[in-house]
C-alpha cells in the first residue's frame, strides 16, 4: 500500500497522554515526520526521524516505531497541544506522502 | 535561521496557470530540496513536488502532468507552475524545506482560488 493511515480524530483530557498513529507498509523502510497544523499558522515539524525533536519543540513529544506503525505521544497534553496531526514519509516508489490527519481536542 | 516568504495570484479561473513563488532567506539554498505542499479546504496536506538549487526535481506523480517546479535565477527563489487549473486546485499552497524525511520551515502558506 502507498498510503498512511490516521485515526480522522483523537480526544484526551488535559494533562492526560494521547498517542497518534499512523500506518503504512512504508513505514517498514522509512521513518514518519510529524506537523502540527493550526488554523492560519504555518506547518510545525514536531517529530523527525528515529524520535528527534527540533529546537523549540516540548519534551512532551515524544515519537516511536514498531513494524508498519509511527506514533506520536503526547505526555502530559496541554490546551494549546489542541491541533490537526499529520504524519509524512514515502511510498514504495520514494514518492513523499501525508496521512490524512487526526484531529486532536484537549479536553 | 531560515524563513520562507511566499506570494503569487490568489485568485484563478478554471483553465488558468497557477504561479506562484517562494524566497529563502538566512541560509543556505544549496545542499537541499525545496518543496511545495498543499491543503485543500476541509481536507488534508498533498506534496505537489521538490526541486534543488542545480534544478533536479521530483512531482508527485498524480499531478506531473500539470506541475512545473524551477529555480529563480538569483538561486534563493524557486517557483511553481501549476497549469490548467480547475475548482479542485483551490488550496493553501505552502513551500517548504526538504529534508531526507522532512520538511522544516514551511512558508506561511497562500491561499489560491479556482473559481469562475
Known amino acids: 500500500s502507498s498510503e498512511l493511515t490516521q485515526d480522522p480524530a483523537v480526544s484526551v483530557a488535559l494533562g492526560q497522554t494521547v498517542r497518534i498513529t499512523c500506518q503504512g507498509d512504508s513505514l517498514r523502510n522509512y521513518y514518519a515526520s510529524w506537523y502540527q497544523l493550526k488554523p492560519g499558522q504555518a506547518p510545525v515539524l514536531v517529530l523527525y526521524g528515529k524520535n528527534n525533536r527540533p529546537s523549540g519543540i516540548p519534551d512532551r513529544f515524544s515519537g516511536s516505531s514498531s513494524g508498519n506503525t509511527a506514533s506520536l505521544t503526547i505526555t502530559g497534553a496541554q490546551a494549546e497541544d489542541e491541533a490537526d496531526y499529520y504524519c509524512h514519509s514515502r511510498d514504495s516508489s520514494g514518492n513523499r506522502l501525508f496521512g490524512g490527519g487526526t484531529k486532536l481536542t484537549v479536553l | 535561521q531560515v524563513q520562507l516568504q511566499q506570494w503569487g495570484a490568489g485568485l484563478l479561473k478554471p483553465s488558468e496557470t497557477l504561479s506562484l513563488t517562494c524566497a529563502v532567506y538566512?541560509?543556505?539554498?544549496?545542499?537541499?530540496?525545496w518543496s511545495w505542499i498543499r491543503q485543500p479546504p476541509g481536507k488534508g496536506l498533498e506534496w505537489i513536488g521538490e526541486i534543488n538549487y542545480r534544478g533536479s526535481t521530483n512531482y508527485n506523480p498524480s499531478l506531473k502532468s500539470r506541475v512545473t517546479i524551477s529555480v529563480g535565477t538569483s538561486k534563493n527563489h524557486f517557483s511553481l507552475s501549476l497549469s490548467s487549473v480547475t475548482a479542485a486546485d483551490t488550496a493553501v499552497y505552502y513551500c517548504?524545506?526538504?529534508?531526507?524525511?522532512?520538511?522544516?520551515?514551511w512558508g506561511q502558506g497562500t491561499l489560491v482560488t479556482a473559481s469562475s
Open positions: 538566512g541560509g543556505s539554498f544549496s545542499g537541499y530540496y
Open positions: 517548504a524545506r526538504s529534508k531526507a524525511d522532512s520538511f522544516d520551515p
